[in-house]
């Protein structure tokens, strides 16, 4: 695939208003244990059933002398949370995901990419970072709804972060870190790159989800597709293909977005990624998402454009009306593809008993 977006964490420092899921907050004594715990317990399982090979054909560049007719590129792991360098989440889990990552795609050039708000960087964190194989630091906190960080107050954080980044002998990146843009991805110099939920960026509009819900923040309208872009649906079933992603939850959860549609697609603690995949390839409502059309999901089902763009209505928490075709994805997927997708399961499952 080109890209796998992985928590590996619902731990983290802060309880941003904004966050697209409410389970990304402050855990304190037990409570934090367990997190932690059931993290260690499943990443090894997770990274166990990723593909073998993490690569896929660049289809922006064909090439007459590549044996399948396009440039391959290696692909990338973007690791994340909540927040991936809180204690004890980046010794218990984020270090040793890293080493496995590492020793599973060693070789093949594939990109690891560390995610994280960006205030808890220090030059020791850096350097351990970039001894487990990390290519790319992205610094995802720098926009008005991180406290401390409004306006000017994150300048002197923008400025030390860069300060400590190139002293670590890192770059930063030159292509938009919004943007599905990695042409200047190099295996020779580690890259990081600085952004946040501001205007300009493809969260800008905050999506519908979590506590950004709650809150009423979203500023997305009908005609704003989040599936159609990158973080979306978008490409998910072309494994092997650029645009192909998929993003996975610290409990082994699969979605085809960041976003996260009402039900998980399958579980990387039982299953392996490509098998999940596989299943999916040729079902009208996958198909259609992994097209960018989610008002297509339901054709198949009797629910036509019409049907989802209305299903796709609701009222937020505030008592505003809103209209997203989001919230017609979520209806769709409780009212008639969760039975389907356990039926997906439960037949996969039963091949995979078959074959052992």
Known sequence: MENIYYVISWACHRRCKHCYESRFRPYVRDELTGIVSHSKASFPKIIANLPEELGYLDLSSPSETEPQGYVRRPGRMTISG??????????????????????????????????TTGDLVTPKIIDELLARGVGRISCAGMDDYHVGHEGDKRVPLIEQLREMFHAAGMEEAEADPTKRDWSDLRPD????????????????????????????????????????????????????????????????????????TAAPLGNLREERLDDILDSLVGHPAFEAISMGHPERMGLAHGWDLARFLEESRTTRPDGEPYRNLCIGCDRFFEKVLGPELERLRADRLAAKRAAE
């Open 82 to 115: 909540g927040e991936v360098l809180v204690d004890p989440v980046r010794e218990q889990v984020l270090y040793p995901a890293l080493e496995m990552l590492r020793d599973k795609y060693h070789g093949q050039g594939v990109l690891i990419s560390v995610q």
């Open 189 to 260: 110099k580690p890259l990081y790159s600085l952004f946040g939920a501001t205007e300009d960026a493809w969260i800008g509009k905050i999506w519908p989800r979590g506590r950004a819900w709650e809150n009423s923040l979203s500023k997305a309208g009908i005609t704003d597709n989040f599936c159609n872009v990158w973080s979306g649906g978008l490409g998910f079933l072309n494994r092997g293909y650029s645009g192909s992603e998929v993003s996975i939850d610290p409990n082994g959860d699969v979605f085809p977005c960041c976003l996260k």
